[in-house]
């Protein structure tokens, strides 16, 4: 079982509609990213999170220590938001490094 | 300001052939990172360099592969005797203080063994 999951991996909307991408994770940590990767390949990191909620524009992300899991949320949905979606934790023990879940594959159609 | 730059963005070899891809960090960042992302793959996590400390080299797959930090800003990772299943993008990040906080990706260097 990887130390980061996310659900669900491929995820296709209409424009509009709201938008919710969760990441669950096994190992303790003092942060929680969530990653951006357009087609293109580049990789924007949208929010560090350590507790609570954190929002951006129409981009909101939470997260839940105890249950180790967070959330990301997009409201109304644009084809541009159109990506893959990385969630990513850094670890309390072992070697220091960002462990990343998979991926979410969101398609925004218009 | 100037992000991360890494050099080459394309990098074609043939098995064998040793290469190097060169990243430039944020000016000021003490902490950098490479990742690669194979085909279809997710990121994977392959060295990571935190001021003057020793990097913590636990990810990298082979003792083919090596990295160093000069001066504590740019940095080159070394592949040795290339293989098919190297060919992947290679990403570099860099943050300002290390330990979790926010990375910086650069656009990464293609790699693609013959």
């Known amino acids: 079982k990887n130390e980061v999951e996310q659900s669900p991996q491929n995820l296709t909307a209409q424009e509009g509609e709201f938008i919710t991408i969760n990441c669950s994770y096994s190992?303790?940590?003092?942060?929680l990213h969530w990653l951006q990767q357009h087609p293109g390949g580049g990789i924007v990191s949208l929010f560090m999170?350590?507790?609570g909620k954190k929002k951006h524009g129409r981009l909101i992300a939470t997260i839940n220590i105890q249950e180790k899991h967070s959330s990301l949320h997009i409201t109304a949905s644009h084809p541009r938001d159109s990506a893959v979606y990385i969630c990513?934790?850094?670890?309390?023990?072992?070697?220091?490094?960002?462990?990343f879940g998979q991926g979410t594959r969101l398609t925004i159609n218009p | 300001g100037a992000g991360v730059s890494q050099s080459p963005s394309n990098k074609v070899t043939e098995k064998g052939k040793d290469v190097e891809l060169r990243c430039d960090p944020i000016?000021?960042?003490?902490?950098l990172y490479w990742y690669r992302q194979s085909l279809g793959q997710g990121l994977e996590f392959l060295i990571y360099?935190?001021?003057?400390?020793?990097?913590?080299k636990s990810g990298l797959p082979s003792d083919r592969f090596s990295a160093e930090r000069t001066g504590g800003s740019v940095s080159t990772l070394t592949i040795q005797r290339t293989q098919q299943e190297d060919s992947a993008v290679y990403l570099c990040?860099?943050?300002?203080?290390?330990?979790?906080?926010?990375?910086?990706f650069g656009p990464g260097t293609r790699l693609t063994v013959l």
């Open positions: 990040a860099s943050s300002l203080i290390g330990n979790g906080d926010t990375q910086y």
């Open positions: 190992v303790g940590i003092s942060a």
């Open positions: 999170l350590s507790s």
């Open positions: 990513a934790v850094w670890e309390i023990q072992g070697a220091q490094k960002l462990v």
């Open positions: 000016s000021g960042h003490t902490a």
């Open positions: 360099f935190q001021g003057n400390s020793a990097p913590d």
